[in-house]
């Protein structure tokens, strides 16, 4: 398997401009998760989809950040307009958990997206 | 929420010797997953391990869940495993990972 892909690797664009980031899990996973990373704050969860649905989007940090997964095989984080504090490493996750399951599965990583935002 | 602390937060070794992470959490769980990051930045999965021991090669790992902590063991040392080692745990009735803020490793020659 490819594993989890993430494109682009590295993106740099100026204050105000639109950004997406797109993520393909791996396939057969129905658990998908952006996470992000910054020195200040660590890693931290954006948002998580299981089967396609959005459950838990408390972790975005505010109305700029929208996330859509239209189909099993892909998902989409934009961030409009985009600010200097944007900038991080977005890491996109998958697994093979479900909603109703009591167990949690393990979750895979993609390379990541290092975003600067000028 | 759950609180993960990791120790130490910097380590420095010399290749060949052993070494021993430690995570503690604050909850019960139902998932904890060691990752190494790289200098490239990847995230690399180590071990799934809600409890119990498991090795691979020359790292092991051990949970003890009904105490909260868990350990990673690296023995003889390699320059390839300098980076940042993160655990991470599920909150038992909830969905999503915490992260520890992890231990920088650097191994030298």
């Known amino acids: 398997d490819a594993g989890v892909i993430q494109s682009p690797r590295h993106e740099v664009t100026e204050m105000g401009q639109e950004v997406t980031l797109r993520c393909k899990p791996i396939?057969?996973?129905?658990?998908l998760f952006w996470y992000r990373q910054t020195m200040m704050r660590g890693l931290e969860l954006l948002i998580y989809f299981n089967n396609n649905v959005p459950i838990d989007d408390s972790g975005m940090p505010e109305d700029r950040f929208s996330a859509k997964m239209p189909n099993a095989s892909f998902s989409t984080l934009k961030i409009q307009p985009s600010e200097p504090r944007d900038s991080a490493v977005y890491f996109c996750?998958?697994?093979?958990?479900?909603?109703?399951?009591?167990?949690?599965?393990?979750?895979?990583f993609g390379p990541g997206t290092r975003l600067t935002v000028t | 929420g759950i609180q993960v602390e990791q120790s130490p937060p910097d380590l420095i070794l010399q290749e060949g010797a052993n070494s021993t992470l430690r995570c503690n959490f604050s909850d019960s769980v139902n998932n904890l997953q060691w990752f190494h990051q790289n200098p490239w930045g990847q995230l690399i999965n180590l071990f799934y391990?809600?409890?119990g021991t498991k090795q691979n090669g020359r790292l092991s790992a051990t949970t003890v869940a009904t105490e909260r902590y868990s350990l990673l063991y690296i023995s003889s040392s390699q320059t390839t495993d300098s980076g940042v080692y993160f655990c991470a745990v599920v909150n038992s009735g909830y969905s999503t990972l915490t992260f520890g803020k992890g231990t920088m490793l650097l191994v030298s020659p």
């Open positions: 391990i809600p409890s």
């Open positions: 396939s057969g996973h129905n658990s």
């Open positions: 996750a998958s697994s093979t958990r479900t909603v109703l399951s009591p167990q949690s599965y393990e979750q895979y």
